[in-house]
């Protein structure tokens, strides 16, 4: 389950002219939020104010650590964290359990938050150079309605090719097959492996088209 908190939910219809509007100025005013925090504390800007970069990070460490204590205190695994969002875990948790810990961190934090998505499975990407570490904004998984969200991969990146794009959709749809984790242990891995295995053997033989 993840908890979004920079936008409040929109309460148009998805893909109306209001609710693209008011997409698109939702990603304007976050691309300008970011970039202003950026320049506070860069040395080359010469209206840089170090003392507001780090009254933000300040206040952003103090909202996530509180954040932390709370969702814990309730009996939720907080798995990861970022600037803008929490996942959180909790064995046999229901819907409702995940929405009243939103209520609460809202209240609490005095934040805008959103319940944004609840995962089937979701596989946290380590970072490079120490994989005990979640690299972040590097994720995927899928929902209980079946809907495929990635971050960080090719799938999600403007300049990958198509073929790969495809390919990796389809093989995350082909892992996650599963009802549980053991049995994308036991079989939804090596289906996976199989679907590699006859992709390279459909492009080394020129049956698949990858331009």
């Known amino acids: ?37 950026g320049t506070t504390g860069s040395f080359w800007n010469r209206l840089a104010n170090v003392d507001a970069f780090e009254e933000i990070n300040r206040s952003s460490r103090e909202i996530l650590i509180k954040s932390k204590d ?4 309730l ?16 064995s046999g948790a ?19 938050i959103t319940l944004e998505t609840c995962y089937k499975f979701l596989v946290l990407l380590p970072l490079e150079a120490d994989e005990k570490l979640e690299a972040l904004k590097h994720y995927y998984g899928i929902t209980h309605t079946n809907e495929l969200i990635v971050r960080g991969i090719e799938a999600r990146r403007h300049d990958a090719p198509n073929f790969i794009k495809d390919f990796q959709s389809e093989l995350l749809y082909t892992l996650f097959d599963c009802k549980d984790s053991a049995e994308i242990v036991s079989r939804g891995y090596e289906n996976a ?4 295995t006859r ?13």
């Open 1 to 37: 389950m993840s908890l979004g908190g920079d936008v409040q939910e929109s309460t148009f219809p998805i893909d109306t002219r209001e609710w693209l509007w008011s997409e698109d100025r939702i990603a304007v005013l976050k691309s300008i939020l970011v970039s202003l925090y």
């Open 94 to 112: 229901t819907f409702e359990d995940f929405v009243c810990v939103k209520d609460i961190l809202a209240r609490e934090t005095g934040l805008q």
């Open 70 to 73: 709370i969702v814990q205190g």
């Open 193 to 196: 492996l199989l679907l590699v």
């Open 199 to 211: 992709t390279i053997d459909k492009v080394m033989t020129g049956e698949l088209d990858i331009l």
């Open 75 to 90: 009996g939720f695994e907080l798995l990861y964290a970022d600037t803008d969002s929490v996942f959180l875990k909790k």
